[in-house]
């Protein structure tokens, strides 16, 4: 079985920027499409973002457009969450997915086959 890992996360200040990364070995999820999502205390995990395999279409929660880039590195066959102008609420594990269906960059947890440990992101001052 392959594995996604994340990591990248951390302490970092209101404000302030980080970048999360999601590998995977060889050629393993080349052609899924990745997605992060987080799961705070107490609450449900939620979409973060995602993007597909094929053309790089990219789809951005609400809460996170405009501060969040997804990107990928197809030839190190890695998914990067750049994170910018960060807020406590977005204190959370962050999590890495893999979604067989390359083409879409899909929203929902339960369309994605396979999951990351996750990586805590702390927000505070």
């Known amino acids: 079985q392959g594995q996604l890992v994340e990591s990248g996360g951390g302490l970092v200040q209101p404000g302030g920027s980080l970048r999360l990364s999601c590998a995977a070995p060889?050629?393993?999820?080349?052609?899924?499409?990745r997605g992060w999502f987080r799961q705070a205390p107490g609450k449900e995990r939620e979409f973060v973002a995602a993007?597909?395999?094929?053309?790089?279409?990219?789809s951005y929660a609400d809460s996170v457009k405009g501060r969040f880039t997804i990107s990928r590195d197809n030839a190190k066959n890695t998914v990067y969450l750049q994170m910018n102008s960060l807020k406590s609420e977005d204190t959370a594990v962050y999590y890495c997915?893999?979604?067989?269906?390359?083409?879409?960059?899909?929203?929902?947890?339960?369309?994605?086959?396979?999951w990351g440990q996750g990586t805590q992101v702390t927000v505070s001052s």
């Open positions: 997915a893999a979604d067989n269906k390359g083409s879409i960059p899909a929203r929902v947890a339960r369309e994605y086959n396979y």
């Open positions: 060889g050629s393993i999820f080349s052609s899924y499409a």
């Open positions: 993007i597909s395999w094929i053309g790089g279409v990219t």
